[in-house]
């Protein structure tokens, strides 16, 4: 039985981070701190900047050890710290410095943060240091809201720069959506399943603050649903259901000729193939059509069907291509909204196969009717 289970719960499990983002998460709020101190202490001394360095560490761990969570989002520090600040030195101004103001301070200053969306708990350590606080922060008075202000702005500035420089994507925003056909379409993935308005109404339904934000949850959903349609598809790879009978053409091949091997082998797409057999580019109906469109393309077809326009100047490159180890369930997402009709498959640098959305579709069904046996 593990330690958790004997503690009845009161010890969780273990975290799901490593210890390489534990040492990155400290060094990065301590160094957040160490600025953010330094910086007030040079502007309004340091008898200010130690009285409000409590707030700014618990801010730091937040920062820098859980970037991604609702908490710790810009707006969460920099309007929590704001309202604090404000509440407090009004509370202050009125009822004076006691310790039943600086209570109160506290809760207006949480249901404040709960209308505006700003929850970040060191805002309640800000409001009643700032009631609570010694003669240094009491004799700015009503001033006392621009170091509460700087100290959130240099650490949410090192926090914005450490992180990313880290590896850590901060602050978390929502992916753009790829809007691959200029209509109000939602991406095909998002059609089926787990929908926005889902995950609000069970948020609501949960009725608690849950700290992370909707875009985080719904990557959550979507690689655990991934990971449980890899365990239940098994082993199937790129390799398995590629296509491996290719036509290709070079850069050097005309437009007109690549029209033709299209057309006689009814194909979409044609991969381009150096003279070391190297995938250089691929080209698409599309392509074509999109040279065609172009005022010279037209004339050049009209003339002789663009007898001496080269792939090279048509083709797209670089090219998204897998190897031959790459789970189909990894296809999916790239086959169905990246706008992409085929994925080269590559081993060792080489062109081995290709598998298109009609593999992927006849693989997909081919496992459903597995399922249903």
Partial sequence: MNLSRRSGGIIPALSNTRPREWLRAAFGAS??????????QEVFGLPVALLLIGPLGASAILLFAVPSGALAQPWSILGSYLLAAVV?????????HTLSMAALATGITLLAMFVLR????????????????????????????????????????????????????YPKRPLPAIDLHHTRDRSPELRVGITDADMDAAL???????????????????????????????????????????????????????????????????????????????????????????????????????????????????????????HVVDLVPMLSSRGLHCLPVLEQGRLVGLVTQTDLIAALHRDLLQHLD
């Avoid at 407090?88 to 004076?96: C, K, R």
């Avoid at 809201?145 to 992180?163: K, R």
């Fill in 88 to 96: 407090a030195t009004a509370v202050a101004h009125y009822g004076g």
């Fill in 204 to 326: 609501a339904e949960f009725g608690e603050f849950v700290d992370i934000t909707r875009e985080n949850l719904a990557q959550i959903i979507r690689r655990t649903e991934g990971s449980a349609l890899r365990r239940s598809m098994g082993e199937i790879r790129a390799g398995d259901i590629m296509s491996r009978d290719l036509r290709w053409a070079t850069p050097d091949t005309t437009v007109k000729e690549a029209l033709q091997l299209l057309q006689h082998h009814h194909l979409r797409v044609l991969p381009v193939l150096d003279a070391e057999q190297k995938l250089v580019g691929i080209v698409s109906l599309v392509d074509l059509a999109d040279f065609a469109g172009r005022a010279g393309g037209r004339r050049l077809l009209r003339r002789g069907g663009g007898q001496k326009t080269p792939l090279s100047e048509v083709m797209s490159s670089p090219v998204v291509a897998v190897d031959r180890h790459c």
């Fill in 31 to 40: 160094l957040g701190v160490l600025f953010s101190v330094w910086l007030c």
């Fill in 118 to 169: 700003c929850v970040h708990p060191p805002g309640g350590a800000v409001a009643l240091g700032v009631v609570l606080a010694g003669p240094a922060l009491q004799g700015l008075g009503e001033m006392a809201i621009l170091p509460v202000m700087l100290n959130a702005a240099a650490l949410l500035a090192s926090a914005l720069l450490y992180n990313n420089l880290t590896g850590v994507r």
